[in-house]
Nanobody, 128 residues
């Protein structure tokens, strides 16, 4: 059974940094991918993909608004994925979820419905 658990949410000042982690367990082998999504609550917005990491080959993808500021990385042996958030902006405030599935299942990296496995989320607040 696949399980994802996020850690590291909290309050960060604009321009500051925060690191989120996602512990993944239950996958068979390394042929899976993990993405970070975020959702601003209370405004009727859907979850938005932030970035993506292919565990097997290390390839990454980012949405334009976080390129150069966020970095996703993984420790294959420890089955951990990290999201380093730098130069955080007020619009980055959201609940951040890690989502994962086997590579064959994720035909669109930015589409939330392609991921069957989700963590419970980590809240990121941005305020001075």
């Amino acid at each position: 059974q696949v399980e994802l658990v996020e850690h590291g949410g909290g309050l960060v000042q604009p321009g500051g940094s925060l690191r989120l982690s996602c512990a993944a367990s239950g996958f068979t082998g390394d042929d899976y991918v993990i993405a970070w999504f975020r959702q601003v609550l209370g405004f009727g917005k859907d979850r938005e993909v932030v970035c993506y990491l292919d565990i097997s080959d290390g390839s990454t993808r980012y949405i334009d608004s976080v390129k150069g500021r966020f970095a996703v990385s993984g420790d294959k042996d420890k089955k951990m994925v990290f999201l380093q958030m730098n130069n955080v902006k007020p619009e980055d405030a959201a609940v951040y979820y890690c989502a994962a599935d086997y590579r064959w299942a994720v035909t669109e990296w930015g589409n939330a419905v392609k991921y069957r496995f989700w963590g419970y989320g980590a809240v990121v607040r941005v305020s001075s």
